[in-house]
């Protein structure tokens, strides 16, 4: 008999997702997490920065209330507060994980582990044997060759700057992802001067075009630098090229490095182990399953959709999966093109399936696109009076009228975002989404404006054919 059922290799999201599922369907399992429960998005990512954008965004709420006739004296930033504030969300969060994993017997262990080969698994000193291993180690960020970043002390990582024991007065970020623009609108609520530099012509390609260049300018007083190529670093100063091609330079007290995130192929025995390894990360095919017999991979590891909630997902689907493959019928693949994008920024931004750049990458040319402003519902006006831009955005394919993707910008995008997954997971049509009933006054309800766009142009476009 093996040691374990399941051994997973490390305690993410991804990790302990499937620790949860396996150890609900009775199966022994062992998590071993070199850092703790929880991974990077609990104690570095996903939940210490939404907890500081949440404090800086009521401390921004706060600071325009006057003009809802709410009088607010002597407000001021308590920064250790906010990250006293952030530590007991972590550590609320940290133990009801790991309450969850003792009530369904999971052992967790804080050791390296290393993968030796299937069924085979170095945890600390000891090699245990197991039916199936799960490969969940995440993912690390870039470090590009630029010269004057390495042993350079102003320079951090996105999970350094949230750990600082005071905000910059002036922060330069480098790379405007999703990371980069949170940690930007962050510091910039606070009242740091910001500089955001990027090669790109607009603002994180992850998110729909239209939306983001609605929400650059909703970011000021954010100073943005793009169609920029860095040079060097030297000290507090960063020289590059600006976009007219002359040479230019940027100085901050924090450089914060956010040029995106590679998977971990470090520390676990990536190299040896056989594996089907892409630049992209371990490859997998929509069921988690490598290329090695009862070896699966999950997470930020994969390359696909580096989101926590990605993570979440793909390592419940392992799960399921290694309880029972017939679950596959039953729906449990991963379908990475319907996970939602998120910035959880003052103004929110969220999207779900294909932005309209995507459509044109991979040659959808028969699209038709609606977009609304949000500001058609009370509910925005009273909330976005600080930040007026809102706006929703319906892509369809215009031969089918499906649903492609679905994109919004204003208050409660990343709330919202998730119910309107369903609609591009089950295929619906524009028309089936316009009939939606959203509760009147919020937000969401600028959706249906859109869908009616589109079915306006979608009309028009017959007119014309039938002609
Ligand atoms: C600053 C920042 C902000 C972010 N904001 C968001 C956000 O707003 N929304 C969102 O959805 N996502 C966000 N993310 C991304 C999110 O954190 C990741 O997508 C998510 O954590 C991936 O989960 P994972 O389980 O794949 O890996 P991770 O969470 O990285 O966990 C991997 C774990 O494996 C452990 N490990 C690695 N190698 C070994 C080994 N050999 N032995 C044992 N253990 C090992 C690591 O120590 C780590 O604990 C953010 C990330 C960062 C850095």
């Not at 039916?131 to 993912?139: N, Y």
């Not at 490095?257 to 089907?276: C, H, I, K, N």
């Not at 892409?278 to 989101?307: E, I, K, Y």
Request: proline content about 5%; hydrophobic content about 45%; overall charge negative.
């Amino acid at each position: 008999m093996t040691d374990y059922d399941v051994i997973i290799v490390g305690g993410g999201p991804g990790g302990y997702a499937a620790a949860r599922r396996l150890g609900q369907a009775g199966r022994r399992v062992l998590l071993a997490d070199a850092d703790g429960l929880g991974g990077s998005s609990l104690y570095n990512g996903t939940v210490p920065m939404a907890s500081l954008l949440e404090s800086a965004g009521l401390y921004h709420r706060l600071r325009a209330a006057a003009d809802r006739g709410i009088t607010t004296t002597g407000l001021s930033v308590d920064w250790p507060a906010m990250q006293a504030a952030k530590q007991r969300t972590v550590a609320t969060l940290a133990a009801g994980l790991k309450a969850t994993l003792q009530r369904h017997r999971v052992t967790v262990v804080q050791e390296t582990a290393e993968f030796l080969e299937p069924g085979r698994v170095l945890v600390g000193d000891r090699q245990l044997t197991c039916d199936d291993v799960i490969i969940a180690t995440g993912s690390v960020p870039n470090l590009p060759p630029l010269p004057g970043v390495v042993a350079n002390p102003r320079v951090l990582a996105p999970a350094g700057l949230l750990e600082l024991d005071q905000p910059p007065e002036r922060l330069i970020v480098l790379g405007a992802d999703v990371t980069g623009l949170e940690c930007a609108n962050l510091f910039a609520l606070l009242g740091s001067q910001v500089t955001v530099i990027d090669s790109l012509a607009e603002i994180t390609n992850l998110i729909d075009q239209t939306i983001a260049a609605e929400l650059r300018p909703a970011l000021r007083p954010v100073r943005f630098r793009l169609n920029c190529q860095i040079d060097h670093l030297d000290g507090d100063t960063v020289y590059f090229r600006a976009a007219d091609g002359s040479p230019a330079s940027a100085s901050g007290d924090a450089i914060v490095l956010s040029l995106g995130r590679q998977p971990r192929f470090d520390g676990w025995g990536a190299e040896t182990s056989g594996l089907d390894i892409t630049c992209r990360g371990v490859t997998v095919d929509d069921c988690l399953r490598t290329n090695l017999p009862g070896v699966w991979a999950v997470g930020d590891v994969t390359g696909h959709s580096l989101f926590a909630h990605a993570a979440l997902r793909s390592g419940e689907v392992a799960a399921a999966l290694i309880v029972d493959p017939a679950s596959r019928r039953r729906g449990e693949v991963m379908r990475w093109s319907t996970i939602p994008y998120t910035f959880f920024g003052q103004p929110q931004a969220a999207g779900v399936g294909l932005t309209e750049q995507a459509c044109a990458a991979q040659g959808f040319d028969q699209i038709v696109t609606g977009v609304a402003p949000l500001a058609l519902a009370g509910r925005f006006i009273d909330e976005a009076g600080l930040s007026p831009s809102g706006l929703a955005k319906v892509i369809v394919d215009q031969s089918t009228r499906q649903v492609l993707g679905i994109h919004l910008l204003g208050p409660a995008a990343t709330e919202v975002i998730g119910g309107l997954a369903a609609v591009v997971e089950m295929e619906m049509t524009v028309d089936e989404l316009g009939q939606i009933v959203f509760p009147n006054q919020t937000v969401a309800e600028g959706l249906r404006e859109a869908c009616w766009a589109v079915q306006r142009r979608l009309a028009a476009a017959t007119v014309t054919l039938d002609r």
